[in-house]
Nanobody, 126 residues
């Protein structure tokens, strides 16, 4: 597994926006799928947004649909998560994840992914 590096987290007021980034030294096209997960203290890690590397097909958790946008810049080897209309319930550690092989499984579960970043904290205050 290779290490992914997230950045862009911080503190923001409710209703605000923030963009997270995920980068790696290697070509991001070596991955088949990438995703953003988040985990709040005492809670399970949950999938937020998902994307296929080649086709750019995206899916979102119901809780963020319409507010968050996942995108991939192949030239910059960077995965983004644009977050708008943030609310305190979005407060969590956000993790970038990637799968480097095709497999049968649930792409919405953490176990599907074998590459992870260290996480970046998002805190949304009211």
């Amino acid at each position: 597994a290779v290490q992914l590096v997230e950045s862009g987290g911080g503190s923001v007021q409710a209703g605000g926006s923030l963009r997270l980034s995920c980068t790696r030294s290697h070509d991001i096209n070596s991955f088949y799928r990438m995703a953003w997960f988040r985990q709040a203290p005492g809670k399970e890690r949950e999938g937020v947004a998902f994307i296929t590397v080649e086709g750019g097909k995206t899916t979102y958790a119901d809780s963020v649909k319409g507010r968050f946008t996942i995108s991939l810049d192949n030239a910059k080897a960077t995965l983004y998560l644009q977050m708008n209309s943030l609310n305190p319930e979005d407060t969590a550690m956000y993790y970038c994840a990637a799968a480097d092989r095709r497999q049968v499984g649930n792409v919405y579960q953490p176990d599907f992914y074998n590459n992870w970043g260290q996480g970046t904290q998002l805190t949304v205050s009211s």
